[in-house]
């Protein structure tokens, strides 16, 4: 499932059930008690350890003398996370888990050894596995209901067209914000200004493409999260539609970023989001969650989705 790469439907796909056990890392811990706070739901230091230790035990994390990495340990973390999430998202829009969901998920995983497992660790990875399953089986809202997200933050629909302007200089980006604020036109900025070679034609417009091949103004959420520097993303993340936001350094200079305004994409952006509505949607609602990570295993980045170390 795109929106959720690291976590499958595992009997669908044959993911065994250790892909919980597959995303990312944790330091040394902390006197903190709480590892993780989403959205005011807490995942308590002790919970995490007892899962990190029955994957250990059941060989679904390799581990030195009992020592498991901290690549490995932030990475439950980041699925106990995702976990609590995406039944959040469900539950946002009147669609919460349901008794039947997760009884017939843990009947498609029973011979996969799971019944070894706590009843809280089955717990989480039925809840993984059927938010996943829910989500992908999500309808697309209405227009009217994607245009009032775009509006909000168009981050939030999982779709994302936008434009940049990278330079050299932090002042050279500060100098194109206020040539803008003054009337400018960005398109054509960036045709002068940009040091992109592609900006001369685009007009620093970064295109995508459809799922049959056709360029787009716009990109999801996932691509950008997946294929851009993390720190050209979290300046996507934070801008607003057709207001000019930087300067924002990035590994390739300082940018100026533009998302379009909904009337002039509004066909391209309504494309991304029904290609995969659940998926978009849920994207952007763990872009925008509150999420806090005990500093011991890292911390949150929502333009990648996964916990970094510090």
């Known amino acids: 499932m795109r929106f959720l790469p690291n976590f499958r439907r595992i009997a669908a796909t044959g993911v065994c059930v250790a892909a919980i056990a597959t995303l990312g890392a944790c330091s040394p811990f ?117 245009e009032k997200l775009y509006n909000e933050s168009p981050s939030l629909t999982g779709a994302l067209c936008v434009r940049h302007i990278v330079v050299k200089k932090k002042e050279t980006a500060a100098k194109m914000l206020g040539l803008l604020s003054n009337g400018a036109d960005f398109a054509a900025l960036a045709k002068k200004y940009s040091i992109e070679p592609a900006a001369k034609k685009s007009g620093g417009a970064l295109a995508g493409q459809t799922a049959d091949g056709m360029a787009t103004p716009c990109m999801s959420l996932l691509d950008y999260q997946q294929n851009f520097d993390p720190a050209f993303t979290a300046g996507v993340l934070a801008a607003k539609a057709g207001v000019p936001y930087g300067p924002v350094q990035s590994s390739f200079g300082w940018h100026v970023i533009l998302l379009e305004k909904w009337e002039d994409v509004s066909d391209a952006a309504l494309a991304i989001v029904k290609a995969d509505p659940g998926a978009n949607l849920a994207t952007g609602w763990l872009a925008h969650a509150d999420i806090t990570v005990d500093p011991a295993y890292g911390h949150w980045v929502p333009a990648t989705g996964s916990i970094a170390a510090n």
Do not use: C, H, W
């Open 30 to 146: 902390s006197n903190n008690s709480t590892a993780a706070t989403i959205n005011g739901s807490s995942v308590s230091r002790d919970t995490l350890e007892s899962y990190i230790a029955e994957f250990a035990a059941n060989q679904q994390l390799p581990s030195n003398d009992g020592v498991i990495s901290a690549d490995d340990a932030r990475g439950v973390l980041a699925g106990v996370i995702k976990a609590k999430a995406y039944s959040g998202y469900l539950e946002s829009i009147g669609k919460p888990l349901t008794s039947a969901q997760r009884a017939a998920v843990l009947k498609e995983i029973a011979n996969q050894g799971v019944g070894k497992l706590s009843k809280s660790l089955q717990s989480l990875i039925v809840d993984i596995n059927a938010a996943t399953v829910a989500i992908k089986d999500l309808k697309a809202p209405s227009d009217a209901a994607i």
